[in-house]
Each structure stands twice: as C-alpha cells, then as structure tokens.
C-alpha cells in the first residue's frame, strides 16, 4: 500500500531588486503605518532572502522610491475628493454628521456652505 505524501522543501531562487520591491510593496507596505515619513525594514522581512548588507541598503533605497510614489498617489487622491465647492461641503457634511455636536461646537448652528464661507475667509488670517 502507498499513502500520498506532501514533501515542502525550502530552496532559494533567483530574485531581482524589484521582485523584492515589489514583494514589500504587496506584503508589507500600509500606507497608514508609513506616511510618517519613518522608513523601518524589520529582520523578518529580510529573513526570506539571502542579501548582504549592501543589498540591504540598495534595496531599502529602492523601497524607499515606491514608498514615497504611492504615499504621493494617495495624496493626490485626497487632492481628487476636494477638487470643487461641492465636493469640500459634501466632506464638511459627512464628517460633521458623523459625530455628536453639542452647543458652541462647529456645526451645531453653521450650515455647511457658511462652514466653508468663514474657513475661506478666515484661511490666511
């Protein structure tokens, strides 16, 4: 009699920086956790390859280009959602519906168009 086995083995396989790159972009990457501007590469990330430490600093450079690419395609999304006057009071009325307003707080008493009248006017004071 026979009993079908799984056999895993571990073996390294040829990888470019930019398989790695795009490795930590996939896995690793979270645009909230990164946009402080604070670009850390813990050890388990790199348990996975065999790199020196050279390939460790060329890599992390590289990591650091897409880190900065996709925080800025993430800004520029943001940018997208105010684009207009509509689309800022949308914001303004979403965002003050979603929390309890008491008396003496921003929207209790201001409409959202008035909200935004003072925020133009008084923006540069």
Same mark, same amino acid.
């Given at each position: $009699?026979?009993?079908?086995?799984?056999?895993?083995?571990?073996?390294?396989?040829?990888?470019?920086?930019? +398989?790695?790159? &795009?490795d930590f972009m996939e896995n690793e990457f979270y645009v909230g956790d990164w946009d402080?501007? *604070?670009?850390? !590469? !813990? +050890?388990?990330?790199?348990? +996975?390859?065999?790199?020196?430490?050279?390939?460790?600093? &060329?890599?992390?450079? /590289?990591?650091?280009?897409?880190?900065?690419?996709?925080?800025?395609?993430?800004?520029?999304?943001?940018?997208?959602?105010?684009?207009?006057?509509?689309?800022? =009071?949308?914001?303004?009325?979403?965002?003050?519906?979603?929390?309890?307003?008491?008396?003496?707080?921003?929207?209790? $008493?201001? *409409?959202?168009?008035?909200? =935004? +009248?003072?925020? /133009?006017?008084?923006?540069?004071?």
């Amino acid at each position: $009699m026979k009993k079908k086995e799984f056999i895993t083995k571990e073996k390294y396989v040829d990888v470019s920086d930019a +398989d790695i790159v &795009r490795d930590f972009m996939e896995n690793e990457f979270y645009v909230g956790d990164w946009d402080c501007g *604070s670009y850390i !590469y !813990y +050890d388990p990330f790199w348990k +996975d390859y065999e790199l020196t430490d050279e390939d460790k600093k &060329r890599i992390s450079e /590289l990591i650091k280009v897409e880190i900065k690419k996709e925080i800025e395609n993430y800004r520029e999304q943001e940018k997208q959602l105010l684009k207009d006057r509509k689309s800022i =009071l949308y914001f303004l009325s979403s965002h003050i519906e979603s929390y309890d307003i008491d008396p003496g707080k921003v929207g209790y $008493m201001l *409409s959202d168009e008035e909200i =935004l +009248d003072l925020i /133009l006017e008084n923006g540069r004071k």
